[in-house]
Nanobody, 124 residues
Framework: HLVESGGGLVQAGGSLRLSCSASGFDFSAYTMAWFRQAPGKEREFVASILWSGGTTDYADSVKGRFTISRENSRKTVFLQLDGLKPDDTAAYYC???????????????????WGPGTQVTVSS
């Protein structure tokens, strides 16, 4: 079970912190990711973090602006969004990797379990 939160409406240049609370599985054993999907567009990889923490990967479009982190004790993964742009407007999701103790991957088919998402809207 995954529940994303923290989305909202923000002006360009602003910040948000998204949270994803997990339950029902061994959170500390799974690589987690953030994806986003804007209306009329395909789902897009944003960032991922290794199951053990510390190692991360980012899409070029968000590198240097977004930061992914996790607290395994709280079964929560975060996404700090800074320097937001109107193009960042989308629903954001935090899926679970399909395999325990996997490496970092960025393809949606590697993440079969998704929450309902949280909407981020950036005004110009």
């Amino acid at each position: 079970h995954l529940v994303e939160s923290g989305g909202g409406l923000v002006q360009a240049g602003g910040s948000l912190r998204l949270s994803c609370s997990a339950s029902g599985f061994d959170f500390s054993a799974y690589t987690m990711a953030w994806f986003r999907q804007a209306p009329g567009k395909e789902r897009e990889f944003v960032a991922s973090i290794l199951w053990s923490g510390g190692t991360t990967d980012y899409a070029d479009s968000v590198k240097g602006r977004f930061t992914i982190s996790r607290e395994n004790s709280r079964k929560t993964v975060f996404l700090q969004l800074d320097g937001l742009k109107p193009d960042d407007t989308a629903a954001y999701y935090c899926p679970i990797h399909r395999m325990a103790r996997s490496g970092l991957t960025f393809m949606p088919y590697d993440y079969p379990y998704w929450g309902p998402g949280t909407q981020v809207t950036v005004s110009s």
